[in-house]
């Protein structure tokens, strides 16, 4: 045994980790032409809803693929609590899987459906129907039971989807893009039976979106990535009001933080060429001795209007958009934006959050 390599492997083990805490350290994944994810260590601890946020192709599907199992990192390390899962096959992982297609068996019914998993485990049939109940119940399946996956609605489906992976009794349960199929109004309610099925239960919950409204209503936690490579982890209100960079600034809030580059301000606004001023639309006023601005347009939104503004030379103009009551009129002519200093957000040349002087 080598014992130099084992003792260094000892150093960088999460020390005392809880049973589903999920620790990645340095994970790369190469393909033959791209990198999806480019050197990512993250924790997800237990008990927590983790949210894994970015754009189509940032690589989020790629990390719970490889957390799960269903692919191997080309470098890097994983654990599952003291357990090293680096290169574990899926059965040997303690955890369950929601996928986007919901994967149910459409000849088996609801029941059968569920309890697939511990058919397979061989799981004796008293404790099979003994579990069956309680999570036939929890999940509000009781009375469906005997339907088969096509008699069933979109949340139904997604309910027995949800039923199997909790009975499998497993402490980590991974979910990929599991409401992508639903409309906006059972979206909303999934949201809400996922996020309270989670605390009820005290599972740690990893969870694939490119929609920032699941990610910031249901985390506690947000790991935004791009590109591959994570941007920034924290809390959702700790994303929305100190981002960490512009990619996390424009990504993150509907509409997205307006950045204003230091050469349309008045004097540079106390900022050096190059430095980009971050505003949040809700965050800015109109008044009569802010800088002046330029109305191109306006887009109603029922309690709230969103009015887009140029501000800046006419040949180099900033667009500025600010949320106001949909009661405020806006007449034709000139106009002055104005904001509190301490509302602003200040980025450097490379993107990177920097503070005020």
Known sequence: MDLHRTALNDLHRPAQA???????????????TSIALDDVTVDLPEGQFS???????????????LIA??????????????????????????????????????HLDVAQNILFGLSVRRVPKAEQKERLGRV??????SELLDR?????????????????AVIADKPVCLMDEPLSNLDAKLRAEMRVEIRALQRRLGLT??????????AMT???????????????VASPRDL??????????????????????????????????????????????????????????????????????????????????????AREVLPDGGHALRWSDTAAHRFGPDGLRIPFP
């Open 148 to 164: 088969r996956p096509s008699q069933l609605s979109g949340g139904q489906q997604q309910r027995v989807a949800l039923a199997r």
């Open 18 to 32: 809880a049973q589903a805490h999920v620790v990645l350290q340095n994970v790369m994944r190469r393909f033959d």
């Open 136 to 141: 036939a119940s929890m999940m509000g399946l």
């Open 51 to 65: 949210v894994l946020l970015g754009p189509s192709g940032c690589g989020k599907s790629t990390l719970l693929r």
């Open 218 to 232: 249901m985390a506690d936690r947000i790991v935004v990535l791009d590109r591959g490579r994570i941007q920034q």
């Open 205 to 214: 919950m990893v969870y694939v979106t490119h929609d920032q409204v699941e």
């Open 240 to 325: 929305y009001e100190r981002p960490a960079n512009t990619f996390v600034a424009r990504f993150i809030g509907t509409p997205p933080m307006n950045l204003i580059p230091a050469v349309a301000l008045p004097d540079l606004h106390g900022l050096p060429v190059g430095d980009t001023l971050g505003i949040r639309p809700e965050d800015i006023t109109l008044d009569p001795i802010g800088i002046p601005a330029r109305l191109i347009g306006v887009e109603y939104l029922g309690a709230d209007q969103l009015a887009a503004f140029e501000i800046g030379p006419a040949n180099a103009p900033a667009r500025v958009l600010i949320r106001l009551s």
């Open 69 to 106: 199992g269903l692919d191997t990192p080309t470098s890097g390390r994983m654990f599952l609590g003291q357990a090293d899962i680096t290169t574990a096959p899926p059965a040997e992982r303690n955890l369950s899987m929601v996928f986007q297609s919901y994967a149910l068996f459409p």
